[in-house]
Structures are given as structure tokens and as C-alpha cells.
């Protein structure tokens, strides 16, 4: 029993640590299908419906049915300002009436803004998961290169201390070897470190548990498209944003809800019907000239407000004052979206121009790196030499690794921005 228990608790924690491998596609497929963010826009967007729904119901008849049964002694009197009856079925729903309908107008309106926002949340969970896949990627490459490193320094610790030994180098050479040794161990924990927290920010997005991990899987990924000038670009990103789109339908919500206020001044009409079935015990033919037992009624009742409420005026122009403020809301928020979108546009060209200098860099590094494994079959350079070459080899491939990662990172920012994203995600 007491084996079952460990065996049972070993294999508890290796399910709460569980590691998610997947790719930057299914990263993204798995983030739009269990992100909390997107669940709770859509959430929302429901809610807008159903008050749509709520909105409109006014208009639809409602029906009830009951019975003001009772017996009379004397006068058939009114129950609660109806006949006793033994069944009463009424009908009431608008017909006209004007400050309703702009509610709906305006319901309406707000649910188009809700799935407006949920797609903004789509896009926005879509960026960040892509996002957090790069930065889990780009930690575990440097890690790995990190723990290369550390060989590499190994190695070259050994030959400083060997050459010491010999009389060859001075002592301060093997403490310089020791310092540069701690210096690529410390720089490995960190990485590991950054790496473990990147993959569990990633699994958090995706919608898996703080204790689990999601590992981004080894693939050849083709660059992002970015075909749009600076100006298209712009144009791009005011005209496909889902916030300014937001903004708009807020405001046009808005004004529905001010034609609502003003037009409490116009006449309302109602549906009006009913339906009693009376009882002889009642007494009415002993007060009334004529006893009918199925009695009916089906017309509309008129309401003409004629003093209207005096806080009309006060709420109008409480609204329109809000209206106003979602007006420079909706002007700023294009101003600074244009010159964000010019910002992440030039993020874009100064990283294609940092990738081709640590791509150069790089490649230069390695053609130093070949001559001296030349040379070192030759005889002519040292296995010291040759480390230190790797080293610096293994230097300028994690500058570049950097850069193409920062040039892939400024692509999405601005494919996000422009509303592309989705489309250019593979």
C-alpha cells in the first residue's frame, strides 16, 4: 500500500510538470481555442446578444392567464381592479414607442462593438503567444550555446593551466581562464532560468496550468511576409483596427441612446387585450341588464406626454457630453495609432539592418575559425587559439540569433498593428 502511495504521488507530480511540445502554429491554434481572454470576450459578446434579446422583448406581447375567482354577496365588486372572473387572459406589448426602439438601436449597436472586441482580443492573444513562442525559442537556442560555451572554456582552462604548468604562460592567464569559465556558467544558469519562466508564461497562454510547461518544437520556419510601405502600412492598421472600430460603434451607440432620451416627448402606443370567462354566482345579472359568460376586449392605448419630465434636457446633455469625449477619444487614438504604426514600421528596418550586420559578423567569425583549424593541422596555432576562435565564434552566433529573433519579433508587432497577422501566421 505504502509503494502504491509513492507511486501514486510520482506520478501526480509528473502530470502537474507536464511539457506541451508544439509548434509556432498549434502555439497559436491552442491560445485562440483556451486563452481566459478570448473565452471572456466571448463571454461578453454573448451577453451583448442577450441584452439585444431583452432590449426587443418589450415589443412582443406578453401573455398571462389567471383567475379572479370569488364569490359575491351583493355587488360583483373588483378584484384588484379586476371582475371576478373564473379565467382572465391578458395581452399587452408596445406598438410605438419611440425611446424602445432606440434602445434596441443601441443594443445592437454594443454587441456589434462586443464581437468587434472580440476579435481585437483574438488578434492581441494571437501576438502574444506568438511572441512568447519566439522569446521560448530564442532562450533555449542561447541556453544551448551557453552550455557550449562552457565546454569550450573548459577546454581552454585546461590548456591555460597545462601552458602554466610548463612555465609557458603566467599564473594571472589561468585566473583570467577562471573568471572567463564562471562568467559563461553564470550567463547558463540565467539563461536557464529565462528559458524555464518563458516556457511556463507560454503555457499560461495557451491555456495550460501554472505548473505545466510548453516547449517550442524544432522547425525550419519560412520569414514573415512584409510587403507594405510605410505609408500602406499606416493606412493599413486606421483602417482594419479594432479598437477604432470599437470607438465608432461606441459613439454611434451613443447617439441612439440621446435619440432615446429626446423622443420621451413622442406619443407611445400599446397593445391592449383581455379575455374573461364569468360566472352566474357572481351576481351580475341581479345588477346588470344583460349576463354574458365569454367576454373580450382588443384594442391599443395612447399616451401623449404633456409635460415632460424636466431632467430631459440634463440627461441629453449628460450624453452628449459623453459622446463628446468619445469623439477625442476616437481622434487621439488614431493620431497615436498612425504614429505607432510609423514607430514599429522603422523597429522593422533598423532590425533587418542589425540582422545583416551580425549575419556578416558572424560569417567573418567563422572564416577566422577555419584558418586557424587550418593552421592548427599545420602546426602553426595553438589548440588555445582555436577555442578562443570557437568561443568567439559561439559569441557572434548568439548576437545573431539575437538579432534574427528581434527582426522576427518587430514583423509581428507591426503584422499586429496593421491587422495582418492572422493571415501571415502560418
Not at 381592479?81 to 454594443?110: D, H, K, W
Not at 560555451?149 to 577562471?178: D, F, N, Y
Not at 533598423?350 to 584558418?371: I, M, N, W
Not at 545573431?400 to 491587422?419: C, I, M, P, V, W
Amino acid at each position: 500500500m505504502r509503494n502504491f502511495l509513492v507511486v501514486l504521488m510520482i506520478s501526480s507530480c509528473s502530470l502537474a510538470a507536464q511539457v506541451h511540445t508544439v509548434t509556432l502554429h498549434e502555439a497559436i491554434e491552442l491560445a485562440l481555442k483556451q486563452s481566459p481572454d478570448v473565452t471572456l470576450a466571448r463571454l461578453n459578446e454573448r451577453r451583448a446578444l442577450d441584452a439585444i434579446r431583452v432590449a426587443k422583448s418589450p415589443f412582443i406581447p406578453s401573455i398571462t392567464a389567471g383567475s379572479g375567482l370569488a364569490y359575491s354577496n351583493g355587488f360583483p365588486m373588483s378584484i384588484e381592479g379586476a371582475t371576478p372572473s373564473i379565467l382572465q387572459t391578458q395581452a399587452s406589448g408596445l406598438v410605438f414607442n419611440r425611446p424602445q426602439s432606440y434602445l434596441v438601436s443601441q443594443a445592437r449597436e454594443n454587441s456589434r462593438a462586443a464581437s468587434l472586441d472580440t476579435e481585437a482580443k483574438r488578434e492581441q492573444v494571437a501576438l502574444r503567444a506568438a511572441l512568447l513562442f519566439l522569446d521560448a525559442e530564442r532562450a533555449g537556442k542561447l541556453a544551448a550555446a551557453a552550455h557550449r560555451q562552457i565546454e569550450s572554456m573548459e577546454r581552454i582552462l585546461a590548456a591555460v593551466r597545462l601552458r602554466a604548468e610548463e612555465g609557458r604562460e603566467l599564473p594571472v592567464k589561468v585566473k583570467e581562464a577562471e573568471l572567463n569559465l564562471a562568467r559563461a556558467r553564470q550567463q547558463a544558469v540565467s539563461l536557464d532560468f529565462e528559458k524555464d519562466y518563458h516556457e511556463h508564461s507560454l503555457a499560461l497562454v495557451l491555456g495550460f496550468s501554472a505548473e505545466e510547461r510548453a516547449e517550442p518544437a524544432a522547425e525550419d520556419r519560412h520569414p514573415l511576409p512584409l510587403t507594405l510601405s510605410e505609408e500602406q502600412a499606416v493606412r493599413s492598421a486606421l483602417t482594419s483596427s479594432k479598437e477604432l472600430k470599437r470607438l465608432e460603434s461606441e459613439l454611434v451607440a451613443k447617439g441612439f441612446a440621446i435619440r432615446s432620451i429626446r423622443a420621451e416627448r413622442l406619443p407611445q402606443v400599446d397593445l391592449v387585450a383581455q379575455y374573461a370567462l364569468l360566472g352566474r354566482f357572481n351576481n351580475y345579472e341581479d345588477f346588470f341588464r344583460k349576463f354574458q359568460r365569454n367576454n373580450g376586449q382588443l384594442g391599443i392605448s395612447f399616451r401623449i406626454p404633456l409635460f415632460p419630465q424636466p431632467g430631459i434636457e440634463s440627461r441629453v446633455s449628460q450624453a452628449e457630453t459623453e459622446a463628446a469625449q468619445l469623439r477625442v477619444q476616437l481622434r487621439n487614438a488614431k493620431s497615436t495609432l498612425a504614429l505607432e504604426t510609423h514607430r514599429l514600421y522603422h523597429l522593422v528596418r533598423e532590425a533587418e539592418s542589425a540582422a545583416e550586420v551580425a549575419k556578416l559578423d558572424l560569417e567573418v567569425a567563422r572564416e577566422r575559425l577555419s584558418v586557424l583549424l587550418a593552421q592548427l593541422e599545420e602546426g602553426r596555432a595553438s589548440l588555445q587559439q582555436v577555442e578562443e576562435a570557437r568561443f568567439v565564434e559561439d559569441q557572434k552566433w548568439m548576437a545573431f540569433l539575437d538579432a534574427h529573433y528581434s527582426l522576427e519579433k518587430a514583423r509581428l508587432n507591426l503584422l499586429g498593428q496593421t491587422g495582418e497577422l492572422l493571415a501571415a501566421l502560418p
